[in-house]
């Protein structure tokens, strides 16, 4: 039996998109070469609520999430060109802004 090399990647997900997926924390097999761009069909295919949540629908803004590989920021254009591997741990946040009175 030949079965296709898979890599394990855990996801970490920041509030709302917590609440849309159903968990603080995943943990999902892919194709060894997948992509950011592949991880995040995945997760729109398996958990229904995600895409919509991803792109802000909620929020009321466009594209509020930002990702992190290990954590490094990748942007959207850089999504289907960022290779992911064994052991990867992506995490999925709104960033906080914060202004501080002096």
């Given amino acids: 039996m030949n079965a296709r090399p898979t890599i394990e ?32 069909t995945r997760l729109a295919a398996t958990y229904p609520g995600f895409e919509a949540a991803f792109r802000g629908d ?9 990702v ?15 290779s992911l591997h064994q052991g990867d741990v992506v995490h999925i946040v709104v960033p906080v802004v914060g202004g501080g009175h002096g």
Avoid: C, M, Q
């Avoid at 909620?58 to 930002?66: E, K, T």
């Fill in 9 to 40: 990647v855990t996801i970490r997900f920041g509030e709302p998109l917590r609440k849309a997926v159903g968990a603080r924390r995943v943990t999902l097999h892919l194709p060894e070469k997948a992509t950011l761009a592949d991880l995040l």
């Fill in 58 to 66: 909620d929020l009321g803004r466009a594209n509020p999430y930002v």
């Fill in 68 to 82: 992190f590989l290990n954590g490094r920021p990748v942007t959207g254009p850089n999504f289907p060109h960022t």
